[in-house]
């Protein structure tokens, strides 16, 4: 291993500047990606070149690629702290995926459920990058020797990838990469749709109203989304597996992460509750509060990009001091002339 030995655990994540950032991503997500950043050296990453293996409108990427950029310091991400950066920024993600790419198999990439799901309903359209996705997402990682990467459940599989991925290059080219380990939250890390718990909250075309909560959404959107959620014919308002119950479960969730309630103490503050329609309510009062100040921190940093700018020049400084001495080891390991 050559890169610097840190002190703390290195911390990296990453998320898509496509679509509008939700609930999902802040709990299952952003949230550790806050709480870890007085321990840890963190980089945060705004995938962009993951989010065009599908088609994205170009104007809207762009002001997507700096709203979310505004999100995540409005939720907490601090520039002092942590390394805020484009993707695209910093060219050793795309030289380093390539030589990935060319030791990694193709039934390994097949394999992926997210690109089986993404594949199907693209049909013939299904891009190449589509497929080697997680390949890019590995080199987003093993470039930063990162110990541990804060993702929801959605990214097991690919974190399970990249970890081969790094094996397999070690093996054929000696120790190079170093092993990430996942960092998935017990609650929170796989939210639901409100309008049907069986299907996970996302970005894209189920943006249906009453689907998710977007971190920017407004009081009475917030309130229309969580009064038709989805629940049963029920009235228990506990934790539970049961898949009938996947509603109210997701609900409590909300709760407790928002709350930072313990399971016991969700459960009690509902033991008098007269039916779900209290849940919903103390939810969505829950959820106003906690988005209020996030979405008045967003108004104010999008309102000057300028500062946003020199922000994330700064973070894909940071970024690249690591990863582009990392890609030219990479390069001289599989014995290509490196200029000095
Ligand atoms: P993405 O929006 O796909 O770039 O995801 C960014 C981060 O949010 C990743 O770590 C995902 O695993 C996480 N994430 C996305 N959707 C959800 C969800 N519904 N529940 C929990 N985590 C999620
Ligand atoms: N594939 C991830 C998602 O859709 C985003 C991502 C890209 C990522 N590169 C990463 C996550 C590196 C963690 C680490 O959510």
Redesign the pocket.
């Known amino acids: 291993m050559t890169a610097t030995p840190s002190p703390r655990p290195r911390v990296?994540?990453?998320?898509?500047p496509s679509g509008h950032m939700h609930l999902g991503n802040y709990l299952g997500?952003v949230q550790k990606w806050v709480e870890v950043q007085d321990e840890k050296e963190c980089f945060y990453?705004i995938?962009d070149l993951?989010a065009i293996t599908v088609f994205q409108d170009p104007k809207e990427l762009l002001e997507q690629t700096r709203g979310v950029a505004a999100l995540l310091l409005a939720c907490g991400i601090d520039p002092a702290k942590s390394a805020l950066f484009v993707?695209s920024h910093v060219r050793a993600h795309a030289e380093g995926s390539w030589v990935l790419n060319c030791v990694t198999p193709l039934g390994w990439l097949e394999r992926m459920t997210q690109f089986k799901s993404k594949a199907d309903k693209e049909k013939q359209r299904t891009s190449a990058g589509l497929l080697t996705?997680?390949v890019?997402?590995a080199a987003?990682?093993l470039l930063y020797d990162a110990d541990e990467?804060p993702?929801?459940e959605?990214?097991r599989q690919?974190l399970e990838l990249t970890r081969d991925i790094a094996q397999r290059f070690n093996h054929l080219y000696g120790e190079t990469f170093k092993l990430p380990k996942p960092l998935i939250r017990e609650f929170g890390a796989r939210i639901m749709g409100l309008d049907d718990p069986t299907a996970k909250m996302s970005k894209g075309s189920s943006g249906t109203r009453g689907h998710c909560i977007r971190l920017t959404d407004s009081e009475d959107e917030i309130r229309y989304a969580l009064k038709r959620a989805v629940t049963d014919s029920g009235r228990e308002i506990q934790f539970s597996d049961d898949p009938e119950k996947a509603g109210v479960n997701n609900l409590l969730t909300l709760y407790k992460l928002l709350t930072h309630k313990s399971r016991e103490e969700t459960e009690a503050d509902f033991s008098d509750a007269r039916g779900y329609g209290d849940l919903k309510k103390a939810v969505a009062d829950v959820v106003v509060e906690a988005l209020r100040p996030i979405r008045e921190e967003y108004d104010r940093l999008i309102s000057d990009p300028a500062e946003l700018d020199r922000l994330l020049a700064i973070g894909a400084d940071k970024a690249r001091a690591l990863a582009e001495p990392k890609v030219r080891l990479v390069k001289e390991r599989v014995g290509f002339f490196v200029p000095g």
């Open positions: 990296l994540s990453g998320i898509q997500a990453c995938v993951h993707q996705y997680p890019l997402q987003d990682i990467v993702v929801g959605d990214q690919h």
